[in-house]
């Protein structure tokens, strides 16, 4: 497709497990970015990936997140040891650079997300 | 520490009348802001943005509207339709990878 995927779209899981996310970008795009969306709250900055590294890692809630990217595309998220907090919509975002970067217009292009819920 | 604040969690407007989204930021490095639209079970869609060298921006019935100054910038929609029904979110970013967001505004039109 030519949009972000992102799957699992839902996820239940019991308290202490472990899940993966996984996000597939905008071919050609090199910037992917994770958000996260609690009940009530808005889009939470998690971690950016430049190609297949991540400059700022400093969203991450705590060390049970991870988050790693492969060949410049195909990015996923690890969650270990899963709580009830961490219970939320996981969004992806890519994008073909920075803003005011190359003219582009700094736009990001979400994924539909995957909802975690923690029991 | 919210850098971009969107006070008003929810809004309801008359169809064909004007909606008026708002947004404070703190972070006077930001040097470009964006809108975007989230329909429920739907990611966020990009909407309209602008730069902090200009002071309005206009894309259809969608204008933006940014005062330094004040650190406030402005969604209008007008007119505004029942389609339009959504969850806005006002992002900063500074030249940088990091888009900061608000916790968005409900916007509601009634037809």
């Known amino acids: 497709g030519a949009g972000v995927s992102q799957s699992p779209s839902n996820k239940v899981t019991e308290k202490g497990k472990d899940v993966e996310l996984r996000c597939d970008p905008i071919s050609g795009h090199t910037a992917l970015y994770w958000y996260r969306q609690s009940l009530g709250q808005g889009l939470e900055f998690l971690i950016y990936?430049?190609?297949?590294?991540?400059?700022?890692k400093s969203g991450l809630p705590s060390d049970r997140f991870s988050a790693e990217r492969t060949g410049g595309s195909v990015s996923t998220l690890t969650i270990q040891r899963t709580q009830q907090e961490d219970s939320a919509v996981y969004l992806c975002?890519?994008?073909?650079?920075?803003?005011?970067?190359?003219?582009?217009?700094?736009?990001?292009?979400f994924g539909e997300g995957s909802r975690l819920t923690v029991l | 520490d919210q850098q971009v604040k969107q006070n008003s969690p929810s809004l309801s407007v008359q169809e064909g009348r004007i909606s008026i989204l708002n947004c404070d930021y703190t972070?006077?490095?930001?040097?470009?802001f964006l809108w975007y639209k989230k329909y429920p079970a739907e990611g966020p869609t990009f909407l309209i943005s602008i730069s902090s060298i200009k002071d309005k921006n206009e894309d259809g019935r969608f204008t933006v509207f940014l005062n330094k100054s004040a650190k406030h910038l402005s969604l209008h929609i007008v007119p505004s339709q029942p389609g339009d029904s959504a969850v806005y979110f006002c992002a900063g970013n500074s030249g940088t990878y990091k888009y900061i967001f608000g916790t968005g505004t409900r916007l509601k039109v009634l037809a």
């Open positions: 972070n006077s490095m930001f040097d470009y």
């Open positions: 975002a890519s994008s073909p650079g920075l803003a005011g970067v190359f003219a582009n217009t700094g736009e990001l292009f």
């Open positions: 990936f430049q190609g297949n590294s991540a400059p700022d």
